[in-house]
């Protein structure tokens, strides 16, 4: 190896975060809810049951749960939310399903922006939530090996 080749330490623009972190949807009532970061996924996906959609005003609604924590099933969060979409999704098994489509805010590392997130039954998963890289373009760069980076863990 030659002795002058000098390493250039990349500028960093956007923040740094983890392969996991905590986030809030505060127009779902959604305070902290443990987030993994999946740039293998387009799409951000919300673990919801008990889907209810219902027409508003004209407005295609959707009333859904969720358990917002890992492994407790006891604490439940009913949302509602405008329907934006119905998608048919590929998971990461090949396996297709049509998903309701919401958009809402997010917050993350001091920062809140809208997403759009698909509506799917995570209860066997070990996450409530994937943040998908869509949601994720020109926000942060992602480290693999660091969790929690921006967040503190919140007291249960």
Not at 4 to 26: A, D, F, T
Not at 56 to 77: A, C, M, S, V, Y
Not at 92 to 114: F, K
Request: net charge positive; aromatic share 8%; glycine share 4%.
């Amino acid at each position: 190896m030659e002795k002058n080749i000098k390493l250039i330490k990349p500028v960093r623009k956007y923040p740094l975060i983890g392969w996991r972190e905590w986030v809030s949807l505060p127009e779902l009532n959604i305070f902290h809810i443990k987030a993994k970061v999946d740039t293998g996924a387009r799409t951000s996906a919300l673990h919801a049951f008990s889907l209810n959609p219902f027409i508003e005003n004209g407005k295609q609604r959707i009333r859904f749960d969720i358990h917002p924590l890992q492994h407790n099933t006891e604490k439940i969060i009913t949302c509602v939310a405008d329907v934006v979409d119905r998608r048919l999704v590929t998971d990461s098994g090949g396996h297709e399903e049509e998903r309701y489509v919401i958009q809402t805010p997010i917050t993350m590392a001091g920062q809140t922006w809208s997403i759009e997130i698909t509506l799917t039954e995570r209860e066997n998963m070990l996450f409530r939530m994937l943040l998908g890289r869509s949601a994720l373009r020109k926000r942060f760069i992602v480290n693999p090996a660091r969790s929690f980076v921006t967040t503190r863990i919140p007291k249960k």
